[in-house]
């Protein structure tokens, strides 16, 4: 069964762009979550979807967004880059059962730096 | 806010031996545990997952979880300089896990 997918791998862009990362997850998971890692705050939760809903939410400003397609493929916006945005962007599948407990496998990730 | 503490490391220790690695969280309300493995410039993979008070053993991993001290664990047996990397422990309920920082493990051979 083929992983977690995000495209693209790297990503260069300018203070004041925006970006939009995608992800395709492991087949017949529902659920995407989507992480930011940096060095100096490690892994962060940005938010979570489910059946193309945002079932959960980080402490990220509004300028993060993202939704999910009905094929569960998944996609995170960053509007208004600011330097601070550069990390490593990983999203994470899972079955997305109710109680919550599954396995989240994460993606390879997208290295974005903001200049 | 709901923290998940490691200490930072380098935790060295020489092949054939036990690592241990230690994590506290301030979530008591966390139900799920995870251990996951990062190798340099990857992403995190997943080691061992525990939900009950005890251990869990699977090959050379053993997970444990202590849900009165808040405390989890992980044991490493037999360690091969391949189990270089860094160790992250999350925690949470529902699908927004709280990370640590990370572990670095050091197998010197």
């Known amino acids: 069964k083929a992983g977690v997918t995000q495209t693209p791998r790297y990503l260069i862009k300018t203070r004041g762009q925006q970006v939009t990362l995608s992800c395709s997850p492991i087949s017949g998971h529902r659920s995407v979550s989507w992480y930011q890692q940096t060095p100096g705050q490690g892994l962060q939760f940005l938010f979570e979807?489910?059946?193309?809903?945002?079932?959960n939410k980080g402490n990220f400003p509004g300028r993060f967004s993202g939704r999910q397609f009905s094929n569960s493929r998944s996609e995170m916006n960053v509007s208004t880059l600011e330097l601070g945005d550069s990390a490593l962007y990983l999203c994470?599948?899972?079955?997305?059962?109710?109680?919550?407990?599954?396995?989240?496998?994460f993606g390879p990730g997208t290295r974005l730096l903001v200049l | 806010q709901k923290e998940v503490e490691q200490n930072s490391g380098p935790l060295s220790v020489p092949e054939g031996a036990i690592a241990s690695l230690n994590c506290t969280y301030s979530d008591r309300g966390s139900q799920s545990f995870f251990w996951y493995r990062q190798y340099s410039g990857k992403s995190p993979e997943l080691i061992m997952s525990i939900y009950s008070n005890g251990d869990k053993e699977d090959g050379r991993f053993t997970a444990q979880l202590n849900k009165a001290s808040q405390y989890v664990s992980l044991l490493i047996r037999d360690s091969q300089p391949s189990d270089s990397a860094t160790y992250l422990c999350a925690g949470g309920t529902g699908y927004a896990l709280n990370f640590g920082k990370g572990t670095s493990l050091l197998v010197t051979p």
């Open positions: 994470a599948s899972s079955l997305g059962g109710a109680r919550g407990t599954e396995t989240q496998y």
């Open positions: 979807y489910f059946s193309e809903t945002q079932r």
